[in-house]
């Protein structure tokens, strides 16, 4: 059973930084990627980063580029995200997420789309105030 925990949400003030874990376990298949999204208030969910096991490629929103840095330590089935100048928008509790990977003419190929990731974290909550 493929399970996922989130831990490193908080309270921070604009500018701050904070670091998002998702630990990983119970897989079953060597091709994933893990996708890191958020949900504010009223709002749908949204990807913000995602990172593949086959190749180490990475993805991220335009919202958070530059700011926001996704890694893994496969030694530790673990994935993180790195959140530097935060702003009260990125305010939301962050979902991690994984899915397959798809191999077509010699790359990898992930999903975007929240539905088309099957197994999901409980969520942690990141408020950024002003």
């Known amino acids: 059973e493929v399970q996922l925990v989130e831990s490193g949400g908080g309270l921070v003030q604009a500018g701050g930084s904070l670091r998002l874990s998702c630990a990983a376990s119970?897989?079953?298949?060597?091709?994933?990627?893990i996708g890191w999204f958020r949900q504010a208030p009223g709002k749908e969910r949204e990807g913000v980063s995602y990172?593949?096991?086959?190749?180490?490629?990475?993805y991220y929103a335009e919202s958070v580029k530059g700011r926001f840095t996704i890694s893994s330590d496969n030694a530790k089935n673990t994935v993180y995200l790195q959140m530097n100048s935060l702003k009260p928008e990125d305010t939301a509790v962050y979902y991690c997420?994984?899915?397959?990977?798809?191999?077509?003419?010699?790359?990898?190929?992930?999903?975007?789309?929240?539905?088309?990731?099957?197994?999901w974290g409980q969520g942690t909550q990141v408020t950024v105030s002003s």
């Open positions: 997420a994984a899915t397959t990977t798809v191999y077509i003419r010699g790359s990898y190929y992930y999903p975007k789309d929240p539905h088309e990731y099957p197994y």
């Open positions: 119970g897989f079953t298949f060597d091709d994933y990627a």
């Open positions: 990172i593949s096991s086959s190749d180490g490629s990475t």
